[in-house]
């Protein structure tokens, strides 16, 4: 049987699969192990359980996610402040600056998260959605982890 042969029982739309932070390639495997807000931290799986694609495509791959970010900040900053301006009509620069750094606290959970996520889905070349791999059949055998 090809790849080509195996219709996967049901396609995950590309949103849907960006939006639980599924593998880009699969769209079965989670990318992160933890939830986007808690207090461990947000931690990444190396390889993606159900195809086994490797996530840091190259060393120093995640310095992109960095720019993606930024971007992310300046669109919620832009934002925040056009809607901050309408609803109180301020023109003091400390309640921008309260509001802004409030808000760039409390979404940067987020912004790390789908800067890593948008980078794997839209800008990495290469990294297709592959349906015949969401197939159980298609499913890659991790190796045993080794605790010493």
């Known amino acids: 049987m090809t790849p080509t042969d ?11 699969g960006f939006i639980k932070a599924k593998c ?3 769209r079965r495997g989670d990318i992160y192990s933890t ?7 947000q931690k990444m799986h190396e390889r993606c359980s159900h195809c086994g694609l490797h996530y840091e495509r190259e060393p120093g791959y995640w310095y992109v996610a960095m720019f993606v970010s930024y971007a992310f900040n300046v669109a919620e900053m832009v934002t925040f402040a056009v809607g901050l301006h309408i609803l109180t009509g301020s023109n003091s620069p ?6 802004l750094m409030g808000v760039i606290f409390l979404l940067s959970p987020f912004n790390y ?3 890593r996520v948008a980078l794997l889905y839209w800008l990495t070349p290469g990294l297709n959605y592959e349906p015949w791999r969401a197939q159980d059949s298609a499913k ?3 190796p045993a982890q080794v605790k010493e």
């Open 35 to 41: 939830p986007t807000y808690s207090f461990g931290g």
């Open 6 to 16: 195996i219709k996967p029982a049901k396609q995950v739309p590309v949103l849907e």
């Open 24 to 26: 880009p390639r699969c």
């Open 94 to 99: 400390w309640v921008y600056v309260a509001v």
């Open 140 to 142: 890659v055998e991790q």
């Open 113 to 115: 998260r789908y800067s």
